[in-house]
């Protein structure tokens, strides 16, 4: 398969896959599971940096010093974008999306939420597909164990936007619906990096940092904050499994393709 073709299959099949399992995981399962998939994201996220990310860009870098600091860069970044709400996640049981007692009691509001939720995740997906063309740009088993570490962060992120939008009032073929239209945003990202990188090779090491940085803010900032809210032991075990599972996850991928 050519690198447009990949690009195309994990940016649409990602994201249908993603949303699909989202969507029947918030039809059929407690919310009280979404940890565990946001537990498994956090390894999963954490596996691609450190295993397959990070050792391409330095690999394909005339000057690491440079690399570290456009890491560093993405990571401020990442943090203005959150505060302006430019990029918004759900992954705390404490949140409109969790918080079962808030959801009980409270009337939706007429789509305002959802309707802010799906602005966000469309620029994230946008961004998400960009990291996937580089990847892949630079190397198909690398955009394929991206690929993988973005589905995992991306099926907990949607169930809990379809729980939003279903709060917002959204009928369930609603919500299914915008998530979809939405996660569409990922191919037209992949489309446009494509065909903005192809002809400047020069730009994929700084975009794999960007990437990087992208996932450690998520995993760090984001998903790991929330898992600390259970602190009990059997809590921590828990998650510690999961997050080691995640990892492995990646690290069986890349072996499993470097024998290819």
Same mark, same amino acid.
């Not at 690399?67 to 949140?95: A, Y």
């Not at 955009?143 to 993988?148: E, L, M, P, W």
């Not at 900032?221 to 602190?231: N, S, V």
């Not at 809590?235 to 024998?259: E, K």
């Given at each position: ?39 498994y994201a956090v ?32 990571i401020l970044l ?11 996640h759900c992954h ?82 609603? =919500?299914?619906?915008?998530? &979809?239209?939405?996660?569409? #945003?990922?191919? %037209?990202? @992949? $489309?446009?990096?494509?065909?903005? /990188? ?12 960007? =990437?990087?940085?992208?996932? &450690?803010?998520?995993?760090? #900032?984001?998903? %790991?904050? @929330? $898992?600390?809210?259970?602190?009990? /032991? ?17 690290? &069986? ?8």
């Amino acid at each position: 398969m050519s690198s447009l073709a990949w690009i195309l299959t994990a940016s649409v099949g990602g994201g249908v896959l993603s949303l699909i399992c989202a969507a029947l995981f918030s039809l059929t399962a407690r919310e009280s599971w979404v940890p565990m998939l946001v537990s498994y994201a956090v390894g999963a996220l954490l596996g691609a940096v450190f295993l397959e990310i990070l050792p391409h860009a330095i690999e394909l870098s005339r000057d690491p010093h440079e690399l570290t600091m456009t890491i560093l860069g993405g990571i401020l970044l990442f943090f203005l974008l959150e505060k302006l709400v430019l990029w918004r996640h759900c992954h705390t049981e404490h949140c409109e999306a969790h918080d079962a007692h808030e959801t009980k009691t409270r009337a939706h509001d007429h789509g305002r939420s959802g309707m802010m939720i799906m602005v966000g995740d469309t620029i994230h997906n946008l961004v998400d597909g960009v990291i996937i063309a580089a990847a892949f740009l630079a190397n198909t088993q690398l955009g394929i164990v991206t690929a993988v570490a973005i589905i995992a962060h991306e099926i907990p992120q949607e169930v809990g936007d379809f729980l939003i939008l279903r709060h917002s009032g959204f009928s369930k073929k609603q =919500a299914f619906t915008f998530n &979809l239209v939405s996660s569409l #945003a990922t191919a %037209i990202g @992949g $489309l446009v990096a494509y065909y903005a /990188l192809y002809s400047m090779q020069r730009w994929i090491p700084s975009l794999l940092a960007i =990437a990087a940085a992208s996932m &450690l803010y998520v995993a760090v #900032a984001d998903l %790991i904050p @929330g $898992l600390h809210k259970r602190a009990e /032991l059997k809590a921590t075990f828990q998650q510690m499994l999961l997050i080691a599972l995640g990892v492995t996850s990646i690290y &069986l991928t890349h072996i499993f393709l470097g024998n290819l």
